[in-house]
């Protein structure tokens, strides 16, 4: 299993980055995909998930509205855009997968495998 994201920045507050994982050595359609992110000093937090079996999708709060979480099966992709950002959202963002089912999960503690991050600065 391998999960390697791409994307990731220097954006001004309010600009945009659409950051993509990509999956390979597992059946995307039996896994649900998770984006994490980790600022410095803080915990590592559940951003947005889908499960594939279904489509659903999950976003916490702060990100409600402003990121779109989307899948190409085709791809073995999973794409998190990111509009509005502001500078909160600097952070390392990680995608992670795991076998389940809906609702996605967005707790650390149920994932199995993990990329190794890529990192969104926003920043003026």
């Known amino acids: 299993v391998q999960l390697v994201e791409s994307g990731g920045g220097l954006v001004q507050p309010g600009g945009s980055l659409r950051l993509s994982c990509a999956a390979s050595g597992f059946d995307l359609r039996y896994y649900a995909i998770t984006w994490f992110r980790q600022s410095p000093g803080k915990a590592r937090e559940g951003v947005s998930c889908?499960?594939?079996?279904?489509?659903?999708?999950r976003y916490i709060e702060s990100v409600e509205g402003r990121f779109t979480i989307s899948v190409d099966k085709s791809k073995k992709t999973v794409d998190l855009q990111m509009t509005t950002l502001k500078e909160e959202d600097t952070a390392v963002y990680y995608c992670?997968?795991?076998?389940?089912?809906?609702?996605?999960?967005?707790?650390?503690?149920?994932?199995?495998?993990w990329g190794t991050g890529t990192l969104v600065t926003v920043s003026s």
């Open positions: 889908v499960a594939n079996s279904d489509g659903s999708t």
């Open positions: 992670s997968a795991t076998v389940w089912d809906r609702p996605c999960p967005l707790d650390e503690d149920d994932m199995e495998y």
